[in-house]
């Protein structure tokens, strides 16, 4: 049997989809169709290379964050770096 999703084998006898599917399937039942369509409409219609800079910009996002925030000193040492 295969996937209702993208054609390739099933998981299991019962399931009815692949073990991706059943991932993107979780993933869309946890954000919402709406949300994970906005994602693939904005990030996967690229090519390859475009998808994977779009990737780096959105990590690099994350981790700017995540980081805590710059004192003054820092600042000034990222400056001088740069320089
Ligand atoms: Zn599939």
Do not use: H
Request: hydrophobic share 25%; aromatic share 8%.
């Amino acid at each position: 049997m295969s996937c209702y999703f993208c054609g390739k084998p099933r998981q299991s006898w019962t399931g009815y989809y692949c073990d991706c599917c059943s991932e993107i399937s979780r993933i869309t039942k946890l954000y919402g169709e709406e949300e994970v369509l906005d994602i693939l409409r904005t990030t996967c219609i690229r090519n390859k290379k475009q998808i994977k800079n779009k990737i780096e910009i959105v990590k690099k996002e994350q981790e700017e964050a995540e980081a805590p925030p710059l004192t003054r000193s820092k600042k000034k040492e990222k400056c001088l770096k740069e320089v």
